[in-house]
Nanobody
Framework: QEQVVESGGGLVQAGGSLRLSCEAS???????MGWFRQPPGKEREFVAAISWTGDGTYYADSGKGRFTISRDKNMVYLQMNSLIPKDAAIYYC????????????????WGEGTQVTVFA
């Protein structure tokens, strides 16, 4: 059964860093992948995405310069630095099937997410 499993979330002080991990089924080693987040009471939003080769990366404006997405085959990572309270959310990774890199609708297979909490 194909799946993705996120980990690495936690409680961090503003200005701190976290590294999120996503372990996808090995069949997704040649799939484009993305990270999304869902703050409390808000819709799920795009954070970053990476091509299956790792050569192409895409970021939402909110994370540019602070977040770095990377991968090693079926493992996808999100390094988050200089965290701010607005980054607090449940973070999800997913497999990209559609054409729009930043649209939730382009992604399929969602894990349970990993909670990131940032306190001032």
């Amino acid at each position: 059964q194909e799946q993705v499993v996120e980990s690495g979330g936690g409680l961090v002080q503003a200005g701190g860093s976290l590294r999120l991990s996503c372990e996808a089924s090995t069949i997704f080693s040649t799939s484009n992948m993305g990270w999304f987040r869902q703050p409390p009471g808000k819709e799920r939003e795009f954070v970053a995405a990476i091509s299956w080769t790792g050569d192409g990366t895409y970021y939402a404006d909110s994370g540019k310069g602070r977040f770095t997405i990377s991968r090693d085959k079926n493992m996808v990572y999100l390094q988050m630095n200089s965290l701010i309270p607005k980054d607090a959310a449940i973070y999800y990774c997913s497999v990209k099937y559609g054409s729009n890199w930043s649209s939730v609708c382009s992604y399929h297979y969602w894990g349970e997410g990993t909670q990131v909490t940032v306190f001032a």
